[in-house]
């Protein structure tokens, strides 16, 4: 058995309260850097090796998106429905950068968005989200071919205008408020 550390935690005492500071110990668990090495650099190799299974991860993503809206589809734009596919959507826009995909996360945003901000989920437009989905997977689909940023742009600049168009003229009214 490993021998125990003394406690180093102290206590400062005042009129009207306590300070405990316990002891740190991150140190201990922190390596030693050693000359010539290069963390960064050793974590940029580890990712660039990881970067094959990059498009796979983004089809996995993708298709855990295509579900969720399928079940919106059957089971209406209610609580659980729609936040399982905010959820996918979220999970998209958070990692799609990091995977490659810069596009993607806007598309992905756009749909959180429209999720999020619409008054009544009743009312958000199933076309539209079909529309933000359908845009997420023909981006990733197309990733790397002649002309797929220029069109991706167009297409995410699009459905951001859209989206923007429905939550300004669906935003509830002063009287819906008041009520």
Partial sequence: MAPSKPDLTSVKTF???EVITPPNRLSDAVGRAIDGDDPVARAEAALAQLSSEFSGWMNDECEQLDRARRNVH????TALPRDGLFRCAHD??????????????DVAGSLCRLLEETHDPARVPLDLVD????AVRAIIREHGRAR??????ALTGT?????????????????????
């Fill in 74 to 77: 059957q089971n209406g734009m």
């Fill in 159 to 179: 459905l951001r205008r859209v989206c923007e168009e429905f939550l300004a003229s669906h935003q509830p009214q002063a009287s819906d408020v008041d009520g």
């Fill in 92 to 105: 998209i826009k958070g990692q799609a950068a990091t995977l490659g995909f810069p596009l993607v996360a």
């Fill in 131 to 134: 529309q933000h989905v359908d």
């Fill in 15 to 17: 009129a009207d309260h």
């Fill in 148 to 153: 797929a940023e220029v069109v991706a742009a």
